[in-house]
């Protein structure tokens, strides 16, 4: 690691973790040069929302024997199972980074994982606006807050919803490389309703009745179509994440990752692992090519990199995230 830059640990959980919970906070810190970032994992590979897979760069135990970076900062996604025995090495390796000194930044549902591990009792906290009241139940030492993107307590972050934690993750480049900093990759993001020294404060959410309709969805899952998401070498992070969390949330739809090898690597070093293009690729209902500038662009290049991902030159079912 260069000299003088802060490490930043990304964990992704042996249970599965949540994509943009763990790429949004990936991608802000990776676009300051102030600091070193790299993914930890308990295995060789670690499954994300929406089924993408990833190749974590080092492992739990590779950053206690020293073969990776001791962490100044800690992203801790939601995972499947915060609780459960799969993720015990992980609250144990939570709780000797705490100890060393490391800030830790638990992204939504990431609270749950901290909370197991103890690290909340006697500190405020806050998590996705869904689980804050089970959260109250099972976890009364913890004084948690409603209605704001996010809460310092020492050195601990905990953050609202999923894209809260791009919020908070500008927070922490604020506090450890300055202000200047922060705006910079503030603008880069041009993340919407983000501003230095903004309000924190959002809508208290509840259950309500419009959400009988994604509640169909989760107990009837068939006729879901298949979306193939192409994936590129020198793809966002954010980029990569907005279609698996759209699909994976809304349980709209299956999807795949398809790329022209069985792996990329995104703009800042994260390794995903993909189905290749071609004969191999199952056959989707539709295309979605994130990060690309417009149909144009897909036309000229991306989507010659994924030939033989659909049947035919369909560019009419193809969707571009930019």
């Not at 073969?67 to 609250?91: F, M, Q, S």
């Not at 109250?136 to 913890?142: C, I, K, L, N, Y």
């Not at 795949?256 to 994260?270: F, M, N, S």
């Not at 295309?287 to 659909?310: C, E, N, S, T």
């Amino acid at each position: 690691m260069p000299d003088g830059r802060l490490a930043v640990a990304v964990v992704l959980g042996a249970s599965g973790s949540v994509i943009t919970d763990a790429f949004g906070p990936y991608e802000v810190f990776a676009r300051s040069p102030a600091f070193f970032v790299y993914s930890v994992g308990a295995g060789p590979t670690a499954m994300l929302s929406g089924a993408l897979a990833v190749a974590p760069d080092y492992s739990l135990d590779d950053v206690d024997a020293g073969v990776a970076p001791e962490p100044d900062v800690v992203v801790v996604p939601a995972l499947v199972a915060p609780h459960g025995a799969k993720e015990a090495p992980l609250r144990e390796w939570l709780t000797r980074r705490v100890e060393r000194g490391a800030h830790l930044l638990g992204v939504c549902a990431g609270a749950r994982v901290l909370a197991s591990a103890g690290l909340l009792d006697g500190r405020r906290a806050t998590s996705h606006w869904s689980r804050l009241s089970g959260l109250e139940r099972s976890r009364p030492q913890v004084s948690w807050v409603r209605g704001q993107r996010y809460i310092q307590d020492g050195t601990i972050t905990t953050t609202a919803g999923v894209t809260s934690g791009v919020f908070g993750a500008l927070r922490l480049v604020e506090q450890l490389a300055g202000a200047a900093e922060a705006e910079q990759v503030g603008r880069e993001l041009a993340y919407p309703g983000w501003s230095r020294g903004g309000a924190t404060d959002i809508p208290a959410l509840r259950w309500a009745p419009r959400d009988l309709a994604y509640l169909l969805t989760a107990v009837a899952p068939w006729f879901r179509p298949t979306v193939g998401v192409g994936l590129v070498e020198g793809v966002g992070e954010l980029d990569v994440a907005a279609p698996f969390e759209v699909y994976a949330t809304s349980l709209a739809a299956r999807t795949v990752p398809i790329a022209a090898g069985d792996t990329v690597t995104t703009r800042h070093g994260l390794r995903l692992l993909a189905i290749p293009a071609g004969t191999a690729a199952p056959r989707i209902n539709r295309l979605v090519v994130p990060g690309v500038r417009g149909i144009g662009h897909a036309r000229r290049g991306v989507l010659r990199q994924l030939r033989g991902v659909a049947p035919g030159p369909c560019f009419e079912r193809v969707a571009v995230v930019v």
